[in-house]
């Protein structure tokens, strides 16, 4: 699978689909997967053993199809990930060309993106708009952290910010990284966590290390406004060598 450079910020639709495909993804992400609903999208994250995200974004869909939204980057370790637990399944990864997601106005597909309540629909790679601004960057504004290649497999969904949008249920059954997840939930052992950032300079990107003024950070995802990073400080402001950032102070 192949995507121009401009397509970087994309977020792609995966679909998973067969007689047990909620039943199978219920031990592997985040989210209560049988509170799933067909229009309206709950925030999920993938996790490996270690507890730590490897994709996330959001899920539909009912039970024997479900489609999850995560960053294009991701698409391809997803899905290798997902096989070697998908052989003992009767569900399978539908291939093809993955669909965009875009906001929409109108159209019979439209699904709602919890908790923001964001309208969004699947677009053929193709049609892709160049005019409207990408999902990804609105999630930035909102401290809504997506992985991207860069960033997955290094961080906790508490790091990432994660639980503040409902994306771990504390309540359900087991899932891969469970344990290490509720472990740090209860225990509070997390040092590190997800702060936003104004940007001026040259754009930080994805997997970016800061170290400075004894903040040891790591660039999430940026908009041209925000950037979102994964620090043990609450320093007001960071310089890079190209770079200012001053943190975000929210109520």
């Known amino acids: 699978m192949t995507f121009s450079t401009e397509q970087n910020d994309d977020l792609i639709l995966q679909t998973l689909s067969g007689p ?25 994250a993938f996790t490996s053993l270690q507890g730590r995200v490897i994709a996330n974004g959001w899920m539909f869909g009912s039970p024997a199809e479900v489609s999850f939204i995560v960053h294009r980057s991701v698409v391809e370790s997803l899905d290798a990930h997902l096989s070697k637990y998908l052989v003992f399944s009767r569900s399978a990864i539908v291939e093809g060309v993955k669909s965009v997601i875009q906001f929409s106005a109108s159209g019979s597909n439209r699904v709602a993106l919890k908790p923001f309540d964001w309208i969004v629909e699947a677009f053929p790679h193709h049609s892709r708009s160049r005019e409207q601004l990408p999902l990804a960057d609105v999630a930035v504004t909102n401290e809504f952290a997506i992985v991207t290649k860069s960033t997955a497999d290094r961080f906790l969904p508490q790091m990432l910010g994660l639980t503040a949008f409902e994306t771990v249920s504390f309540t359900k059954g087991c899932y891969l990284g469970q344990e ?25 990107h994805p997997g970016q290390d800061i170290n400075e ?13 925000h950037a979102l990073i994964v620090s043990n400080t ?9 770079c200012e950032l001053t943190l975000v102070q929210n109520n």
């Open 20 to 44: 047990d495909a909620a039943n199978f993804l219920q031990g592997y992400v985040t989210c209560d997967v049988e509170t799933m609903t067909l229009r309206a999208a709950m925030p999920m």
């Open 180 to 204: 290490i997840v509720a472990r740090a939930e209860h225990r509070g052992v997390v040092k590190r966590r997800l702060r936003q950032y104004l940007w001026v300079g040259e754009k930080p």
């Open 213 to 225: 003024s004894g903040t040891n950070g790591t660039v999430i995802t940026a908009n041209d406004v």
């Open 234 to 242: 609450d320093n007001a402001i960071l310089n890079t060598s190209h």
